[in-house]
């Protein structure tokens, strides 16, 4: 059981209401802001198209729904159009609530079928409590208190009902009081130990706040178990083996659940990304397009796709799906990110830029976002702004070791070799693997420190966790090459050139191993060889005038050297 903790958040709340019960609806809202709640609703009574994008963004974010029910609210369309949101939400959230308050007298036969079963705020008889009680009952069902009165007592009392505990651990819940909450919700059960919803609570709440994946299994399974006709518990149980990464069984669990209820955009969501950790990419897209056939603007579903696109190197169609999704939430930090990181695959770095520096306005303490920033500015050549993004990436996440190795890049490609040597040591000693591509830079750095013993020893770690990596080879004969061993630097070429007879490189430096032996005519034949591959390496050219020289023919070694001097300017 999780340590008992105090409230961390505050409670938010969206209050629906008919323009006939305001002053009710303002009396509500001003105890509840008293008792510190986030409370948002219609304030000036305005035109429904008029607050349409704002409803629906606070709809999503706010987990509690308080319905002002009442005769004018049953005939309104708008307030029943929002109350059928909350309601459809809480079949894939179970930690939503839907708490009616009665504010003037209704009859049970008008209020809407499916909202009958839900805990209200009502005196017997479905008529309403004088407003000061229904407000006061109202705070004690959240578990709220005005700053003047004690706290809501958590113990047990004796006409406590299932769904009472279910509202008020859902309330405790929100505002971040995971113990209590969880204890609300195993009371419940012992209440009542059928119902459904007080285990699918107790379950949804160990998994995604408390992290327990494992200890939340068996609940979902007994809930699949006892009511094998429910779709939520099969969705949930899905949720909790994806979570396991136990792909197969999630899979089969989402196709339960679908075989209920094949209109559920949410399972639908799940599936492709299910379906996409098995690498079964096109029947992902197949389950992302059947959840957006259902609601085109699901984020879940788009960002699921795009991602499945991303990966398909469609980037073009991904950054399409980004540009929707940043219509739909332009303040959305990740997706921003998401839009900079496909700019950036499609090679357009000034626009990535910008779409970082806006993910970063909204989330200044991403460390992703910092590192991304770091490595779009280095591409487009500004090596020391690069740098400071690096560092603050670092302040916020030290340990991450993708981020320490582009430092060491940016280092080394400033010159600093001895500090991108120590920014490589630094990821190595963070990442219990070796990578290939750290231990590469790692060579480099150390050859360009004079320390080419050492950088051997570097490759040759490397070539024992890649031995079929052309460039190690040539790296390792370069090495060899710096340390006069020339014969063996010719073997590293030839090792590269057998694995990659296309190698440019390898054979521009086989070379120039050949030219310190003195064996000009296979040198020049390897500078020939290497040209007719690479005719624009100002190396090669330079290797060859030197070839020609030693063997006496000056004039074509003044042709190469022109010629490499030529490409030597027009690199500047």
Same mark, same amino acid.
């Given at each position: ?269 799940? @599936?492709? !990304? /299910? =379906?996409?950790? #098995?690498? $079964?990419?096109?029947? +992902? *897209?197949? &389950?992302?397009?059947? %959840? ?46 998401? @839009?900079? !990181? /496909? =700019?950036?695959? #499609?090679? $357009?770095?000034?626009? +990535? *830029?910008? &779409?970082?520096?806006? %993910? ?46 582009? @430092?060491?890049?940016? =280092?080394?490609? #400033?010159? $600093?070799?001895?500090? +991108? *040597?120590? &920014? ?149």
């Amino acid at each position: 059981m999780a340590e008992m903790s105090a409230p961390a958040k505050r409670l938010r709340i969206f209050i629906s209401h008919s323009h006939q019960d305001s002053a009710f609806c303002r009396q509500l809202v001003q105890a509840l802001r008293a008792a510190d709640a986030d409370v948002w609703y219609d304030e000036h009574n305005l035109h429904a198209g008029s607050l349409l994008d704002s409803i629906e963004q606070e709809l999503r974010t706010r987990p509690v729904f308080l319905l002002i029910l009442s005769p004018a609210a049953l005939k309104s369309q708008w307030v029943r159009n929002e109350c059928k949101w909350a309601f459809t939400r809480m079949m894939h959230e179970p930690q939503r609530l839907l708490l009616p308050v009665l504010a003037a007298p209704v009859r049970e036969e008008d209020i809407w079928l499916w909202l009958q079963d839900f805990k209200r705020i009502e005196a017997p008889g479905v008529e309403p409590y004088p407003p000061d009680e229904a407000v006061r009952q109202t705070l004690h069902a959240l578990s709220l208190s005005l700053p003047d009165e004690a706290p809501i007592s958590a113990a047990p009392q004796p006409e406590e009902t299932a769904e009472d505990l279910l509202n008020r651990g859902r309330a405790l819940r929100a505002q971040g009081d995971y113990a209590e909450a969880l204890t609300l919700f195993a009371r419940a059960r012992q209440l009542e130990p059928g119902n459904m919803v007080a285990w699918a609570n107790y379950g949804n709440l160990l998994m995604d706040e408390l992290k327990q994946a494992e200890e939340a299994l068996p609940v979902f399974e007994h809930i699949t178990n006892q009511a094998p006709d429910e779709m939520f518990g099969w969705y949930f149980l899905g949720q909790c083996l994806v979570l396991l990464k136990r792909y197969e069984e999630a899979l089969s669990a989402f196709d339960r659940a679908l075989a209920l209820a094949s209109d559920e955009t949410d399972v639908w969501s799940y @599936k492709g !990304y /299910t =379906l996409a950790e #098995l690498g $079964r990419t096109e029947e +992902a *897209l197949v &389950a992302f397009e059947r %959840a957006l056939a259902l609601d085109p603007d699901d984020l879940g579903s788009l960002s699921g796709k795009a991602s499945v696109l991303f990966g398909l190197e469609r980037y073009e169609e991904a950054l399409a799906i980004y540009d929707h999704l940043l219509q739909l939430s332009p303040s959305g930090a990740t997706f921003w990110r998401n @839009k900079g !990181y /496909t =700019l950036y695959r #499609l090679g $357009r770095y000034q626009e +990535a *830029l910008v &779409a970082y520096d806006r %993910a970063l306005q909204l989330d200044p303490n991403e460390a992703t976002g910092w590192q991304m920033r770091g490595e779009v500015i280095a591409k487009l050549g500004r090596l020391h702004e690069a740098l400071v993004a690096y560092d603050r990436a670092l302040e916020l996440s030290p340990e991450n070791a993708a981020v320490w190795v582009r @430092k060491g890049d940016a =280092l080394r490609a #400033l010159g $600093r070799y001895a500090e +991108a *040597l120590a &920014a490589y040591d630094r990821t190595l000693a963070l990442d219990a693997r070796d990578d290939i591509e750290v231990l590469y830079h790692k060579g480099l750095a150390l050859s360009f420190l004079g320390e080419h013993e050492e950088a051997l020893k570097v490759y040759d770690h490397a070539l024992t966790l890649a031995p079929q990596d052309a460039d190690l080879w040539d790296d390792r004969g370069n090495e060899l090459f710096f340390l006069k061993r020339y014969d063996e630097a010719l073997s590293a070429y030839d090792r590269a050139l057998a694995l990659q007879p296309n190698h440019w490189a390898a054979w521009g430096n086989k070379a120039a191993a050949y030219s310190s032996l003195g064996r000009y005519e296979e040198a020049l034949a390897a500078c020939e060889t290497a040209l007719r591959i690479h005719p624009a390496s100002e190396m090669v050219w330079r290797t060859k005038a030197n070839t020609l020289r030693a063997l006496n023919r000056e004039e074509e070694a003044q042709e190469a050297e022109a010629q490499a001097t030529r490409l030597s300017n027009a690199g500047r």
